[in-house]
């Protein structure tokens, strides 16, 4: 009690009425709120997680592709054993689609073991450009599975649905071998704002 008498005669009667007010204020102050929704949406769907190719010795600059072996499998979109993997982007966001091998293909074995991508186009599949980064417009003509850490990326555009295969150009005209050769592929999607 006395230290609000004290404190009523150091601000006098407009002061206490001043700093009443302030309180009235700070307690009557409107708040707003925002809620935000979030939807994680995925790009990206695995197809064939794995294949068998045949390759013969003194094989020059012979193609195969993933999925499909010897030939280029005709898309069944409710198959997908006949396509690599699948990309759908909305109007927000474009993808880049990073491919590498986990490890590089053994250059005792093959000479080359180049690779590229095709698209979907609705009729056949087309010859899909590689990108040397997930943005910028260089292209590489392929991916070099015979040196280590070589990439490769798709750039695809908003509100598109594309299915991709994957194409392997080789050599295995080195050695006269017959051992299983164990080849994987790496993908990982990127959104991006742009390219």
Known sequence: MKKIKKLGTILGVKGFLCLASLIMIALSLVTYTGTITITPTIQFTIGAT????TVYVNDVNETRYLPGGFTEPPLNVGDPNTYAFQTVTDANQVCAIKIELTSAINNSKFSNFNI???YWNGTAWDNETLYDAATGSTIKPYIDGL???DTGYLHQSTSTTRY???EVTYSYDLVDETDQVSVTFQYTPLPQNSF
Request: hydrophobic share 30%; glycine share 8%; proline share 8%.
């Open 50 to 53: 794995s294949d068998s190719w």
């Open 116 to 118: 590229t991508a095709k």
């Open 147 to 149: 040196t280590p850490g």
């Open 164 to 166: 991709y295969l994957i």
